[in-house]
């Protein structure tokens, strides 16, 4: 059994503690937030107990740390359970900061313990399946590939305000990471544009509330992602590839199967709201795909430069947006 320790028990933690509860060879051992009564809640649903982070580190039983709590802690609770010799699973990103994300790489190589970001739509069973058709040749040569990655509604304001330009470092940051994997290239250049449209009474900073961004990829291919944070209609998570020698879609997920015919329209069911209903099965496999790097000592699939690699194109299409300039990227 692979005992964990839960840090950050907010609106994401809840998700991955309940995952490593069913989770036939995890348990949750313990819970640690800052907020304790948010530590109580998840730990009495599971069983586990409320602690520190320095008397979970010194536990021996804990063999793994799952870090939920904001971006900007990120860095040190990773080095910190990394010193530790703890097995290290972050939610995305590592950090907002090249230079710290960088320094963290280094004591997670220098540690040697198995670390993995959560970047979960890679997990996700028919943006895997799109992945895996594109990596055998079902498309040919993949010349373009067009993500639309939309979310029902923006974060709160305080959120907003935190995260400026989240849009490319919080939302799209997933979509950058699955552009490199399905199309195994990385960009040459970022080109992003950006809108606030949404209305001052739901986006009252104008923050970018919607996002079309351009990769040329080193190979010559092209990337589309469009982003929106008012999709009305739910979550809009579509892929599509496109190769010289044909086509393939990862389509929405609907929340029923279930179609409606009638004299005038055949209608189908809208989306899920959002990630946590629509990645449901991703959240799992991800961690079930943690629990077994860590028990063979296999390196996890998403790694720390997978982490880097997804935040330098975030930031490019930061500086990309603000300057209208197509942005460079080195290395
Ligand atoms: N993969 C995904 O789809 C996905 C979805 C949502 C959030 N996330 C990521 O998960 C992380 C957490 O997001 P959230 O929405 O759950 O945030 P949240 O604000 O709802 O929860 C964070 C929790 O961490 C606690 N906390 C803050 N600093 C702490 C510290 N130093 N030590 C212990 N506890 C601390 C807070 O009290 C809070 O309970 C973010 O990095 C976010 O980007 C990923």
């Excluded at 970018?208 to 961004?213: H, L, N, Q, S």
């Amino acid at each position: 059994m692979l005992e964990f320790c839960l840090v950050g028990a907010g609106f994401i933690g809840p998700v991955h503690a309940a995952n490593i509860a069913a989770h036939p060879r995890a348990t949750l051992r313990c819970v640690v937030d800052l907020d304790t009564a948010a530590a109580a809640r998840v730990a009495e649903a599971h069983k586990a107990r409320v602690t520190t982070l320095d008397a979970a580190l010194a536990d021996p039983r804990v063999g793994a740390v799952v870090i939920c709590t904001p971006a900007h802690t990120h860095a040190e609770l990773i080095t910190r359970a990394a010193w530790a010799g703890k097995a290290v699973f972050c939610e995305k990103p590592i950090d907002l900061d090249l230079d710290r994300v960088a320094a963290c790489e280094g004591v997670l190589a220098e540690t040697g313990v198995p670390f993995c970001i959560g970047f979960n739509r890679r997990f996700d069973p028919s943006h895997a399946a799109l992945r895996a058709a594109v990596a055998a040749g079902e498309i040919g040569r993949p010349e373009m590939l067009v993500i639309t990655s939309r979310d029902p509604e923006i974060s709160p304001p305080d959120y907003v305000a935190q995260m400026p330009y989240g849009i490319f470092t919080d939302t799209m940051i997933h979509d950058f990471d699955m552009a490199r994997w399905i199309m195994a290239d990385e960009p040459a250049e970022v080109y992003a544009r950006a809108s606030a449209l949404m209305d001052a009474a739901a986006n009252p900073h104008r923050d970018p509330d919607t996002a079309m961004v351009v990769l040329t990829l080193r190979n010559g291919a092209l990337v589309h992602i469009n982003s929106s944070f008012r999709a009305v209609y739910g979550y809009d998570q579509r892929i599509e590839a496109f190769g010289s020698a044909g086509m393939l879609i990862s389509r929405n997920a609907e929340k029923t199967l279930l179609e409606r015919y009638t004299a005038d329209r055949v209608s189908r069911d809208v989306p899920p709201y959002f990630f946590i209903q629509r990645y449901r099965e991703a959240f799992a496999a991800e961690l079930e795909a943690f629990v077994t790097a860590v028990e063979t000592g296999m390196s996890p699939a998403v790694n720390a430069e997978d982490g880097r690699r997804a935040l330098a194109i975030a930031q490019a299409a930061v500086e990309s947006a603000k300057s209208g300039q197509p942005v460079t990227l080195a290395g």
